[in-house]
C-alpha cells in the first residue's frame, strides 16, 4: 500500500501545482486539463515500477476518481483545486474514464511493453489533438461545445504513429512491419478519438490501442499491409459520413472565447492553494 500512497501523493502534488499556475498565470482552461491528464499518464507510466500488481492499481485509480469527484461537487473543493476539472464551456467525464481506463489497461497488459504504448497514446496524442484542435483547429466537425478538428486529428495521429514506432520497435519488431502496423493502429485510433465526445475516449482508447497493438505485433509484412490499407479505407469510408468539415466561422472557436468560469468562481471565494 505504499506504493498506493506515493502515487496518489504524486498526483495531489501535481493538481496543487497545476491550480497554482492556473491561479497566477490564467492560463486557457484547456491547459490545466490536459496537464492533469499528462500527469494522471505519468502515473500509470510508474505503476509498473511502483505498484505492478492489479488490485492496488485499481485501488489507487478508485480513490483518485472518488478525490476528482469531490473536487467536482464540494463547493468549496470545487471553488479551489476543482477550478482545473470545472473550467471547461463542456461536459467532459473524461478524468473518470481516464481512471478507468488506466487500470483495464494495467489489467489486459499486466505491465507488458505495450502496456507504455497504449497509455502513451492516451497520454500524448489525446492532449496533442486537443491542445492542437483548441488553438489552431481551423476545419472543424461536430456540434458546439464537442467540435473537434482536422487539425487535431492529424496532430493525434501523427503523435500516436510516434508512440508505436518506438514500442513496437522495442518490442522486437522489425522496422518495416513496425511502420506498417503504426500507420494502422495510428489511423483508427485517429478516427476513435474524433467520433467519440465527452472524455469517453480516455476509456477506449487505451483498451482498443492494446488489443490492436497486440494483434499487429506478430503479422508479416503482407498481412500487415493489408490491415494498413484496411484501416485506411475505413477511415475513407467514415470521414464523408460522420466528420463534416466546416468553415471556421461556422463554429465558435474555444480558443477565441474562453468560458468565464475560472474568474466565476475566483470572485465567489478567493482560494489561495
Not at 65 to 84: F, I, N, S, Y
Not at 93 to 98: A, I, S, T
Amino acid at each position: 500500500m505504499i506504493g498506493v500512497a506515493w502515487m496518489l501523493a504524486a498526483l495531489a502534488a501535481w493538481l496543487v501545482l497545476i491550480r497554482l499556475w492556473q491561479h497566477w498565470a490564467h492560463p486557457h482552461p484547456e491547459w490545466a486539463r490536459k496537464l492533469l491528464h499528462i500527469g494522471v499518464g505519468m502515473v500509470g507510466f510508474g505503476f509498473p515500477f511502483v505498484i505492478n500488481s492489479r488490485l492496488p492499481v485499481w485501488i489507487t485509480c478508485t480513490v483518485a476518481a472518488l478525490a476528482m469527484l469531490a473536487l467536482r461537487l464540494a463547493g468549496p473543493l470545487r471553488r479551489g483545486l476543482g477550478v482545473v476539472l470545472a473550467n471547461v464551456n463542456r461536459v467532459s467525464l473524461g478524468e473518470f474514464y481516464f481512471l478507468l481506463g488506466l487500470p483495464a489497461l494495467f489489467t489486459l497488459a499486466q505491465g507488458g511493453a505495450l502496456y507504455g504504448t497504449a497509455l502513451a497514446i492516451l497520454t500524448f496524442a489525446d492532449s496533442a489533438a486537443a491542445l492542437v484542435g483548441t488553438f489552431y483547429g481551423r476545419h472543424r466537425f461536430g456540434t458546439h461545445p464537442e467540435a473537434k478538428s482536422l487539425e487535431g486529428s492529424l496532430a493525434f495521429f501523427a503523435v500516436s504513429f510516434v508512440a508505436c514506432l518506438i514500442g513496437l520497435t522495442q518490442n522486437s519488431v522489425g522496422v518495416p512491419e513496425a511502420v506498417l502496423a503504426s500507420l494502422a493502429v495510428s489511423a483508427l485510433m485517429a478516427l476513435l478519438e474524433a467520433v467519440t465526445g465527452h472524455g469517453l475516449d480516455n476509456l477506449l482508447l487505451p483498451v482498443c490501442s492494446y488489443l490492436l497493438l497486440r494483434s499487429v505485433a506478430g503479422l508479416d509484412a503482407g498481412a500487415l499491409a493489408v490491415a494498413c490499407l484496411t484501416a485506411f479505407v475505413i477511415v475513407a469510408g467514415v470521414v464523408p459520413w460522420k466528420l463534416v468539415l466546416r468553415d471556421k466561422k461556422a463554429i465558435d472557436h474555444p480558443a477565441l472565447n474562453p468560458p468565464a468560469t475560472l474568474e466565476k468562481l475566483e470572485g465567489e471565494e478567493q482560494v489561495s492553494v
